[in-house]
């Protein structure tokens, strides 16, 4: 059974840093074409960034130069380091691992308040 299971600090002012985890099990990230989601308040569901299984890496043009997706084999674990947060970075993030099958973590909320 594979699960996928976001963790990272809800609460960040604008300016800062936050690094979200997503901890896969039944499943080798490294597989996978993996990527983060975000979905805004009221707003439709997007795609952050990604990490092909080759580790080609993609990023929207919102987050380009401040987000940095990566993976660490050893924990089976997908990392996305956000820095230089705006409020508009505000969302439900979520964590996508595909092979063959779509599989998505539950969520994770940050919020980018003062």
């Known amino acids: 059974q594979v699960q996928l299971v976001e963790s990272g600090v809800g609460l960040v002012q604008p300016g800062g840093s936050l690094r979200l985890s997503c901890a896969a099990s039944?499943?080798?990230?490294?597989?996978?074409?993996v990527r983060w989601y975000r979905q805004p308040p009221g707003k439709e569901r997007e795609l952050v960034a990604s990490m092909s299984n080759t580790g080609i890496t993609n990023y929207a043009d919102s987050v380009k130069g401040r987000f940095t997706i990566s993976g660490d084999n050893n924990k089976n674990t997908v990392y996305l380091q956000m820095n230089s947060l705006k409020f508009e970075d505000t969302a439900v993030y979520y964590c996508n691992m595909q092979r063959g099958v779509n599989y998505w973590g539950k969520g994770t909320l940050v919020t980018v308040s003062s």
């Open positions: 039944g499943i080798w990230f490294r597989i996978c074409d």
